[in-house]
């Protein structure tokens, strides 16, 4: 089989940056990535000292000893510093930080200056506690202040956080405490999600039954006041530890290259992995993105990233980002389906919110509610709009673009990993002409190819992602696993970093995300991308949301099966499943039909909101479940079997 993954027609369609909004952007010409080409390095080392203030100045922007980067080497800086203390020095300790709500309604503003205190204040009780520079805490809470307030506490003193989702099962926590050697867990009771109270606590006393043998102890936030055990001499209450504690705790600098955190990889297939970042190369990259890419002006923007800090989003673009930048973020605690189905329009609206922030798999959730929950809100004040996480399709580009934006505000779509630390591939709102499912081209001082699978670059045509040059925010590496640091990103080409996604690059060079290659099908000898198939069945108008797997099948080696959510206007029907998988077909050509298609009344997906396409494929192939764990609803896997087995094949 060749490595070439089939390309369909591209999107044609461009949308210029509105005139209005490029003439006021903080950038509306190439200069940047001018500068960035002649000398990268350089570039970056600009964008380090302006963004950043350093305690001691570096002397070698970059020392990369393939695969191992370091950036700005000699420097000194305190990532809270930059992140609190000198916006209260320069008079702004009265800025709101975060307007904070709950899913509840109770509502919390924090300033700077409160942030700063609080911060300092939990730092005080981490030395308390006998933590120390270079120790690694594990941190499962929900989104509240005092989760930022956590990493950023370890941080002002050079204790690395391993943030865990809160929605992960006990050996989840287990798993990730161990590798990561924690000394301690900072929880809460529970956390609010769809009305009532979802419990914390509990999970973190079952990963300490017999695992995790380095924690000794365990700081608890009373959020909803529910009843938890809170074994004697291990666990704490927060607000206790805080009552007592100073607010005196100086910035320490650090070296650039100082371990930052731990963020384990979600691993839809194997082990996670705890993927390493560090201070100053990590702020440059995240500052500098988090303020063009949004064109951030932080005097007058309230912005808002509806991740979850979970994931590294919401540690780029919630927490290091907008601090560093010095403005003003909404932070929500809750689902946006409670009380009502327009919960973020209503947030956006009563904020003012200037930039949203959001994933591609909730844009096509809110298409399925319908445009009533939207118009019943001004969302005049949006700016700009930002997605992330997977491809977005072409049709959720454009209801993102009319529904949302009114037809008149950028977008843009991001493309990057937990392994890049900040954005990589993206329009500039000012900047760059976009095309509906396109992430368009590289940000300044990142470059990237597309290649075959000999390592030849593709200069028009699909193929495999790589970054051929270090940039200051990508991976330090795996956590105690060089071994597979080597393997996973570098084996395949040796000096490129394989992103692990397929990509196609059109005429214009435009890049074109394809998804994870471990996505991609071979059909009669075609690879094709799941990515291009789901995008063409959420283009018929009955559809929702699809996901597409490759089945193993005598003929054609595998076989395409199609899983499709409908829109709530519509009904199901054999007529109609034949109908779209005839309009996959109209738009990209026979080989493509998928062989089945089923009507499903929810997908598998991780919390992270990733499509789970082993389990379909398991579910396909007419094998039993396997590990379910990082599933955010087990029971749908199930239904969608049960179903399976009734349907009819063609
Ligand atoms: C996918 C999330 C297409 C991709 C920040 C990548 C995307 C993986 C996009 C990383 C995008 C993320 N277009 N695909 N704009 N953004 N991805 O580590 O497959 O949770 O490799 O980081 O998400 O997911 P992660």
Redesign the pocket.
Known sequence: MSDEIQVFDMEQRTFAPPADFAGAALANDRSLYEEAEADFEAFWARQARELLTWNTDFDTTLEWDLPYAKWFLGGKLNMTYNCLDRHVEAGKGDKVAYHWEGEPGDKRTITYQDLLTEVCKFANVLKSKGLEKGDRVAVYMPMIPELPITMLACARIGVAHSVIFGGFSPDAITDRCEDADAKMIITADAGYRRGAPSMLKPNVDAALVDGAPTVSDVIVVNRCDTEVEMVEGRDHWWHELMADASADCPAEPMDSEQLLYLLY??GTTAKPKG?MHTTGGYLTQVAFTHKYIFDLKPDTDVYWCAADIG???GH?YIVYGPLTNGCTSVMYEGTPDTPGRDRLWDIAERYGVTQLYT??TAIRTFMKWGTEEVEKHDLSSLRVLG??????NPEAWMWYHEHIGGSARPIV????????GGHM??PMPGVTATKPGS?CSTIPGVFAEVVDGDGNKVDEGGGF?TIVKPWPSMLRGIWGDDERYRETYWAKYGDRYF???GAKIDSDGYLW????VD?VMNVSGHRIST?EIESALVDHPAVAEAAVVGAADEVTGQAIIGYVILMGTATASDELREEIRQHVSKKLGPTSRPKSVFLVDDLPKTR?G?IMRRLLKDVAEGRGLGDTTTLADASVVAAIAEGAKEASED
């Open positions: 990889t979600s993927i994931w590294v989003t780029s994933a591609p997605t992330v996480g997977e491809p977005i779509d991001t493309w990057w990993q937990t392994e890049t591939i993206t992430a992602l992103a692990g996604d995300l394809l998804g994870r996505d990515a992270s990733k």
